[in-house]
């Protein structure tokens, strides 16, 4: 973003030409930001810079450096006189003449003359009342284009006649509101486009050698796509299998059955465990033990390696109770319950 409001790329600027000259010296130009108070300046031009003021804009230009700009007349709002100070040495003030404008985010950046021909307060107080002039008139001229209204150009009609600005030295100033002011707006700054023309060599670069001039280069024969797919077997196959010592044989050995409800549930089933807990029970105590029970009543409560599914189990457990129950009819009566073995508990 710039901060230069007035101040042109150097020769840029236009001049004075087909347009009357009312005034013409040389002095010290500068940029202030006026809305901050002791700013310094953003740019500043020697006391030999040459400025020419118009009916239309003032006009300035360094000679030694080229740095060049203008500043016309819609945008001054406010027009002062600020006499330099009676000190001496490095605390004194030199008279300045001060066009601020409005510019935009709340800016007002301010246009002073100082020094050169307008070494004393009179000399300002001259090229002031020039200023002041020309601005009115040209505002009051050229009112329907700026959108001037019709009370403001009487008021703007009245700066051309008077007063004058009438100044001393270590006064303190006189100031003239313009009507009618336009905003300044910053100048848009002046990119570069960068080369973007590609590089498209015409011909072979420095120092490379043709490929015929060289004796082992061949160029090689272009190979079908399908070739090598077709002749690698390996291409899209499965990684080799190998087999897993241990783990394969006990598996392959294994006979598969298939799922109960419990190992489809993925718990046994309580009911059907407490059936055949009382069946395995009742078994016991009546004596009809055979080869497929065991008296370790851990491995009744359901063991991952039983070969028989649990309803097979249920239906085997009852036809011993009813063969048991038989023989117990026959044989003789029934132990009671307090002369079984002490490990056995009711459930």
Not at 251 to 266: H, K, N, V, Y
Request: proline share 9%; net charge negative.
């Amino acid at each position: 973003m710039s901060e230069k409001f007035f101040l042109a790329v150097s020769g840029i600027a236009g001049d004075a030409a087909g347009s009357r000259v009312l005034w013409s010296g040389r002095c010290a130009v500068a940029e202030y930001a006026f809305e901050e108070p002791s700013s310094l300046p953003r740019w500043t031009l020697p006391e030999e810079t040459e400025v020419v003021v118009t009916e239309e804009r003032v006009v300035y230009r360094d000679p030694a450096t080229g740095a060049a700009g203008e500043l016309r007349w819609p945008f001054p709002q406010h027009l002062r006189v600020q006499p330099g100070n009676r000190d001496t040495g490095r605390s004194a003030t030199v008279t300045q003449i001060q066009l601020v404008c409005a510019g935009p985010r709340g800016a007002f950046p301010a246009l002073v003359f100082a020094g050169g021909d307008l070494a004393t307060v009179g000399d300002a107080d001259r090229l002031a009342n020039v200023l002041r002039q020309a601005i009115a008139r040209y505002r009051v001229d050229h009112a329907a284009g700026l959108g001037i209204p019709a009370p403001q150009t009487r008021m703007l009609s009245r700066l051309v006649i008077g007063p004058e600005f009438s100044n001393y030295q270590g006064g303190e100033g006189q100031t003239v509101s313009l009507l009618g002011a336009t905003a300044v707006v910053e100048p848009e700054p002046v990119y570069e486009e960068p080369f973007l023309q590609p590089y498209l060599p015409s011909g072979p670069a420095a120092g490379s050698v043709p490929a015929a001039r060289v004796s082992s280069y061949a160029p090689a024969a272009p190979i079908p796509y399908e070739a090598p797919v077709a002749g690698r077997t390996d291409f899209g196959a499965n990684p080799p299998q190998v087999r897993r010592p241990g783990f394969d044989e006990v598996a392959r050995s294994r006979q598969g059955r298939p799922a109960d409800e419990a190992a489809l549930r993925g718990a046994p089933d309580l009911e059907a465990r407490a059936a055949d807990l009382a069946a395995r029970v009742a078994s016991l105590v009546a004596g009809g033990v055979d080869d497929e029970t065991t008296t370790n009543l851990s491995t009744l409560l359901g063991s991952p390696d039983d070969a028989l599914d649990r309803a097979e189990q249920v239906r085997r457990t009852a036809a011993r109770l009813a063969g048991n129950a038989a023989r117990g009819r026959g044989v003789g009566p029934r132990r009671p319950a307090d002369e079984m073995d002490e490990t056995t508990r009711r459930l």
